[in-house]
């Protein structure tokens, strides 16, 4: 059965689906009037994956331009040997999805010890099983509720019993590439704010985890020479971004960091724009920093992820510097080596996190 998991649109989407010709059932289901968010979307489709008891249930984008057929096999067919839960592989620029590249995946592997690397990459299978206990978990919030749910099924996954993989979707992925500098809109808050608030309740579990191991990939990669479209990125905005922060957030960065941290920061501040460099033990300090901060502040979370931002585009800038002359390949080692370093000095986060 195919499902339309919907906002109440009125753009005739509806209509559209239900009077597609296909060889399987159709089912339309749609969030009240006024409701919206992905995450809604899809507690509706673990309900009705309840409801007719299904065994593999498969999402993907809305966006996406560039699936094929052998994407639902790769992203189903490991459910029916035994895993809960399958992330995707697939080629992407160097320069698409760098909210992944610079805080999810290697926040995420360095604290739960699983390498799974598009842990938001939107389209995922899961089992039955799977489906029942993401409808029981526990934390549903506003954040979960819209664009966190990705991280929060991906996290949640990661800490159940059941199995889970990442399989080779056969091509890059190609959808609407958004400019890294562009307004980041509540998209940021509400990943990173579901990161922070799930490491609350796992942290009896993540303090215990050291290093990371890879995560069964399912399937093999074709060689692929096809490349993903290019994202152009606007550097100019990108630095000046990083540098009003310090007129908007600076008090803050003082409190919210370590000493060490910030004075670092402040060193960084200074660099030329052409050898800038936000070096990858002071970002993972800072995001740890943030996280505890997180922690201690429940009732100030937007106004502590807003504060944040500057930063992210100022580490966006120094990745985009850095992986400018690189290829894909060699863009990928440098992220491999930045979640290294995350790992390295997690004992970092565990003191900060303790002491809180």
Not at 25 to 48: A, D, E
Not at 153 to 175: D, R, S, Y
Request: proline content about 6%; charged content about 25%; aromatic content about 14%.
């Amino acid at each position: 059965v195919i499902i339309n998991c919907d906002n109440f649109s009125e753009d005739g989407t509806k209509d559209a689906f239900m009077k597609t010709k296909t060889e399987v059932p159709k089912i339309y289901i749609s969030t009240p009037k006024g409701v919206n968010g992905k995450g809604n979307n899809l507690k509706n489709l673990f309900k009705k994956a309840m409801e007719l008891k299904a065994q593999a249930i498969l999402i993907v984008d809305a966006d996406l331009k560039s699936i094929t057929p052998q994407w639902i096999k790769n992203l189903g067919e490991p459910l029916f040997l035994g895993y809960g839960f399958v992330a995707p592989l697939y080629i992407r620029h160097k320069l698409d999805g760098t909210i992944t590249n610079n805080i999810a995946y290697p926040l995420t592997r360095a604290l739960y010890g699983r390498r799974v690397r598009q842990p938001i990459g939107g389209d995922f299978g899961f089992s039955g099983e799977m489906a029942e206990y993401f409808l029981k978990f526990p934390l549903w919030n506003e954040e979960v509720a819209h664009f966190g749910i990705d991280i929060w099924m991906t996290t949640v996954a990661m800490n159940t019993n059941l199995p889970i993989c990442q399989t080779f979707m056969g091509g890059p992925k190609t959808h609407k590439p958004k400019d890294p500098s562009a307004d980041l809109g509540p998209m940021f808050r509400e990943v990173v704010g579901t990161i922070f608030t799930l490491m609350d309740i796992y942290s009896p579990f993540w303090k215990r985890v050291k290093w990371s191991k890879p995560t069964s990939i399912f399937g093999f990669g074709l060689g692929e020479t096809e490349l993903p479209p290019p994202v152009n990125v606007n550097m100019e905005l990108l630095y000046k971004k990083f540098k009003d922060g310090f007129k908007n957030y600076q008090d803050s960065w003082a409190s919210i960091l370590s000493e060490d941290v910030y004075r670092k920061l402040l060193e960084v501040k200074e660099l030329n724009e052409s050898f800038f460099d936000f070096p990858n033990y002071i970002w993972a300090k800072v995001l740890f920093d943030y996280a505890v901060a997180f922690k201690n502040n429940k009732g100030k979370r937007d106004e502590l992820l807003n504060s944040l931002v500057p930063l992210y585009y100022g580490k966006v800038y120094s990745y985009a510097l850095r992986v400018d002359d690189m290829t894909t390949k060699q863009a990928e080692e440098y992220i491999e080596e930045m979640c290294y370093i995350f790992e390295e000095n997690k004992p970092y986060l565990i003191e900060r996190w303790d002491r809180s």
